[in-house]
């Protein structure tokens, strides 16, 4: 079975750090790229980080550049999410995701595989 395992998230003050997780199993890892997502309640879903499996290469929201910082694992098929100075503005529901296309990627829309949401709180 396919699954992407967020985990992770959690209560944190405005300007500290925490890293939410994202193992991967049950497709070929290496071939897809990666990326963070976030849901804020009342708010649309947003691209947070995107990973390109082809070179490595990091996509940052504007919002979150500087500050997020996004890898991974492949031997250990893990996608790691650094964030640093938090904010409460980055209180939300944070998603990974996989897909072939690194194009149309960040848009979010039928991406190949979903995970499941871990929550991160960030209390001002």
């Known amino acids: 079975d396919v699954q992407l395992q967020a985990s992770g998230g959690g209560l944190v003050q405005a300007g500290g750090s925490l890293r939410v997780s994202c193992a991967a199993s049950?497709?070929?890892?290496?071939?897809?790229?990666i990326a963070w997502f976030r849901q804020a309640p009342g708010k649309e879903r947003e691209v947070v980080s995107c990973?390109?499996?082809?070179?490595?290469?990091?996509y940052y929201a504007d919002s979150v550049k500087g500050r997020f910082t996004i890898s991974r694992d492949v031997a250990k098929k893990m996608v790691y999410l650094q964030m640093n100075t938090l904010k409460a503005e980055d209180t939300a529901v944070y998603y990974c995701?996989?897909?072939?296309?690194?194009?149309?990627?960040?848009?979010?829309?039928?991406?190949?595989?979903w995970g499941q949401g871990t929550q991160v709180t960030v209390s001002s």
């Open positions: 049950g497709f070929n890892f290496d071939g897809h790229n």
């Open positions: 995701a996989a897909d072939r296309d690194i194009a149309t990627m960040p848009m979010g829309k039928y991406l190949d595989h």
């Open positions: 990973f390109n499996s082809g070179d490595d290469s990091t």
